[in-house]
């Protein structure tokens, strides 16, 4: 995928043909794809098990769009139906955020059909479950009770330990004040992002994304994350719908980034792959207006992070677990990190992404969208050496969270799921084991068994609470609405970026003392204006711009 946007345009019709149903040998198929002979003896031995003791698989695309990395993995191998919305659900009644837009919209182009599709409703599903103890709702999500919730089960009812949640990534979130919850069930199941069955049938082209970006522009791609508090890392989101609480101005979106994204726009091809959360929630149209001289990646066209990883000359990311897709799927390209707490930083800077393997840079303590330009141009200045040293650093980093991962990750998954469904039957429990035979032939990791995966590293120490809540109670610090000047320059104080900050040594500044001088003058910029149309505008929404 490297260089593949400088491919010359007269190769254009033949782009177009990426966004078609992919037939079985053909990139992006994830519904039942080439596979070697010792899978497809292991997909025929599962078939087998299903036929004869009654297991039946429903995936709940009932949620948000991280669903297709994080669950629909499994399908090649364990076969079943795909649960989608019908006009039966009301949006207003189910838990906030679990289902806001159309992920469903990405079948077709993933290789799935009307036939692998049944109409979701509360009362299909309860029936399904109830008409046997081995037929299985898989879901995502990793908390069970969520899942469960919308179709109207609660803990102790009947069918509700026939719903699987597996967990939607594994990445830092719980130690930037995020998702707890990841960190206790990160020895679950292993996770199915990085399997090579996606690798292997990801799409020649990024649909629909790779046909907007001009040859022979160095391409920007950055991974965003969603708001779930004011401390999170998130710099470009519009925050979730109806949130019950408010962060100071300039939280996200930040003035800096957002300018300097327009501002590399003009000299860049710049990606931007929304959260899909916040995609759902808030449309495209929204985000066009934020960032009108940008091209919104849409996950629906079947492109993976690491997919758009591999048309990037650097990535621009922050905390998600499609960051560390990206890692994996572009080892050699430079990263620009951005992060919100530079004192938690430093409590916690071996546990997270840090300046070995990636430019550091705070966006709340810099000047302007210059210093966020610049930290963009730093990164893509490191040489081979430098790249050798944040390669190394990354594999441990990505092993720590991931555990050992060698591709066939959904193989393993599917063991021990069928190994819950054998408790109680010697027969069943036989025919698992011989299952676990065949993977031994082309796999050297071991299925193992609930909990013995790799726990996420958390942080023990007093450094980090105390950060956190310093951190919080700091007042807003000034000049952090400023643009980019006349020859797009300002200014940057420290800890805006770690290597910067030990290259040129400023002196750090005080939380709420004055910012530098000429600070005032830029900052009678406008502030950065929130497009009006940020609100639920429909699941229909589609950009115009460049081929949307």
Same mark, same amino acid.
């Given at each position: 995928?490297?260089?593949?946007?400088?491919?010359?345009?007269?190769?254009?019709?033949?782009?177009?043909?990426?966004?078609?149903?992919?037939?079985?040998?053909?990139?992006?198929?994830?519904?039942?794809?080439?596979?070697?002979?010792?899978?497809?003896?292991?997909?025929?031995?599962?078939?087998?098990?299903?036929?004869?003791?009654?297991?039946?698989?429903?995936?709940?695309?009932?949620?948000?769009?991280?669903?297709?990395?994080?669950?629909?993995?499994?399908?090649?191998?364990?076969?079943?139906?795909?649960?989608?919305?019908?006009?039966?659900?009301?949006?207003?009644?189910?838990?906030?955020?679990?289902?806001?837009?159309?992920?469903?919209?990405?079948?077709?182009?993933?290789?799935?059909?009307?036939?692998?599709?049944?109409?979701?409703?509360?009362?299909?599903?309860?029936?399904?479950?109830?008409?046997?103890?081995?037929?299985?709702?898989?879901?995502?999500?990793?908390?069970?009770?969520?899942?469960?919730?919308?179709?109207?089960?609660?803990?102790?009812?009947?069918?509700?330990?026939?719903?699987?949640?597996?967990?939607?990534?594994?990445?830092?979130?719980?130690?930037?004040?995020?998702?707890?919850?990841?960190?206790?069930?990160?020895?679950?199941?292993?996770?199915?992002?990085?399997?090579?069955?996606?690798?292997?049938?990801?799409?020649?082209?990024?649909?629909?994304?790779?046909?907007?970006?001009?040859?022979?522009?160095?391409?920007?791609?950055?991974?965003?994350?969603?708001?779930?508090?004011?401390?999170?890392?998130?710099?470009?989101?519009?925050?979730?719908?109806?949130?019950?609480?408010?962060?100071?101005?300039?939280?996200?979106?930040?003035?800096?980034?957002?300018?300097?994204?327009?501002?590399?726009?003009?000299?860049?091809?710049?990606?931007?792959?929304?959260?899909?959360?916040?995609?759902?929630?808030?449309?495209?149209?929204?985000?066009?207006?934020?960032?009108?001289?940008?091209?919104?990646?849409?996950?629906?066209?079947?492109?993976?992070?690491?997919?758009?990883?591999?048309?990037?000359?650097?990535?621009?990311?922050?905390?998600?677990?499609?960051?560390?897709?990206?890692?994996?799927?572009?080892?050699?390209?430079?990263?620009?990190?951005?992060?919100?707490?530079?004192?938690?930083?430093?409590?916690?800077?071996?546990?997270?992404?840090?300046?070995?393997?990636?430019?550091?840079?705070?966006?709340?303590?810099?000047?302007?969208? *210059? %210093?966020?330009?610049?930290?963009? @141009? &730093?990164?893509?200045? +490191?040489?081979? $050496?430098?790249? /050798? !040293?944040?390669?190394?650093?990354?594999?441990?980093?990505?092993?720590?969270?991931?555990?050992?991962?060698?591709?066939?990750?959904?193989?393993?998954?599917?063991?021990?799921?069928?190994?819950?469904? *054998? %408790?109680?039957?010697?027969?069943? @429990? &036989?025919?698992?084991? +011989?299952?676990? $035979?065949?993977? /031994? !032939?082309?796999?050297?990791?071991?299925?193992?068994?609930?909990?013995?995966?790799?726990?996420?590293?958390?942080?023990?120490?007093?450094?980090?609470?105390?950060?956190?809540?310093?951190?919080?109670?700091?007042?807003?610090?000034?000049?952090?609405?400023?643009?980019?000047?006349?020859?797009?320059?300002?200014?940057?104080?420290?800890?805006?970026?770690?290597?910067?900050?030990?290259?040129?040594?400023?002196?750090?500044?005080?939380?709420?003392?004055?910012?530098?001088?000429?600070?005032?003058?830029?900052?009678?910029?406008?502030?950065?204006?929130?497009?009006?149309?940020?609100?639920?505008?429909?699941?229909?929404?589609?950009?115009?711009?460049?081929?949307?």
């Amino acid at each position: 995928l490297k260089g593949m946007h400088r491919t010359p345009r007269k190769a254009a019709g033949r782009r177009l043909q990426c966004c078609r149903r992919p037939s079985n040998h053909s990139s992006g198929n994830w519904r039942d794809g080439w596979i070697g002979r010792d899978q497809l003896d292991f997909r025929h031995a599962v078939q087998r098990i299903l036929a004869a003791f009654g297991v039946r698989v429903w995936y709940d695309l009932c949620s948000h769009g991280y669903a297709w990395e994080h669950l629909m993995p499994l399908f090649h191998i364990l076969p079943g139906q795909v649960l989608v919305p019908t006009a039966a659900f009301d949006v207003g009644e189910w838990p906030p955020g679990i289902m806001s837009g159309r992920p469903q919209d990405g079948l077709s182009v993933r290789g799935f059909r009307e036939a692998d599709t049944v109409a979701a409703s509360p009362a299909a599903v309860r029936a399904f479950l109830a008409a046997g103890p081995r037929h299985l709702v898989l879901a995502t999500g990793g908390i069970r009770d969520w899942a469960a919730e919308k179709w109207g089960l609660r803990r102790g009812q009947p069918g509700f330990e026939q719903i699987v949640a597996l967990a939607h990534g594994a990445d830092e979130d719980h130690l930037w004040g995020g998702d707890g919850s990841k960190a206790r069930r990160g020895s679950g199941l292993p996770p199915l992002a990085f399997t090579r069955y996606v690798r292997q049938h990801r799409r020649q082209h990024a649909c629909g994304t790779e046909r907007c970006l001009v040859p022979g522009l160095p391409t920007v791609l950055y991974l965003a994350s969603t708001l779930d508090s004011c401390l999170s890392p998130a710099f470009v989101t519009l925050g979730p719908v109806g949130a019950p609480w408010a962060c100071r101005p300039g939280t996200s979106p930040n003035p800096a980034v957002v300018r300097g994204l327009n501002h590399l726009a003009r000299s860049h091809n710049v990606v931007v792959r929304l959260h899909p959360q916040d995609l759902e929630e808030r449309g495209f149209r929204a985000y066009q207006e934020l960032l009108p001289a940008c091209v919104l990646d849409d996950y629906r066209r079947g492109s993976t992070a690491g997919d758009l990883a591999g048309l990037a000359d650097v990535v621009v990311a922050e905390p998600s677990a499609a960051t560390l897709a990206a890692l994996l799927g572009a080892a050699d390209v430079p990263v620009v990190y951005l992060l919100r707490q530079p004192e938690l930083y430093d409590c916690i800077r071996e546990l997270v992404l840090n300046e070995s393997m990636a430019e550091v840079f705070f966006p709340t303590h810099a000047n302007g969208s *210059a %210093a966020f330009v610049r930290a963009v @141009a &730093r990164a893509r200045s +490191g040489g081979p $050496a430098l790249r /050798a !040293r944040q390669r190394l650093a990354r594999a441990a980093h990505l092993r720590s969270y991931l555990g050992d991962l060698d591709g066939f990750e959904e193989y393993r998954v599917v063991v021990r799921l069928l190994r819950r469904l *054998a %408790a109680g039957s010697d027969i069943m @429990a &036989r025919e698992v084991a +011989g299952l676990e $035979a065949v993977l /031994a !032939r082309f796999s050297r990791i071991p299925a193992g068994s609930d909990g013995d995966g790799p726990r996420l590293p958390t942080c023990r120490g007093e450094c980090c609470t105390s950060a956190a809540v310093r951190v919080a109670r700091e007042p807003p610090q000034p000049g952090l609405t400023e643009g980019l000047g006349e020859r797009g320059e300002t200014s940057s104080p420290a800890h805006a970026s770690v290597s910067a900050a030990r290259a040129e040594r400023p002196p750090r500044r005080p939380a709420g003392h004055p910012a530098p001088e000429g600070a005032a003058l830029r900052a009678r910029r406008p502030p950065l204006r929130v497009p009006a149309s940020a609100t639920p505008d429909g699941s229909e929404e589609r950009t115009r711009r460049r081929g949307f």
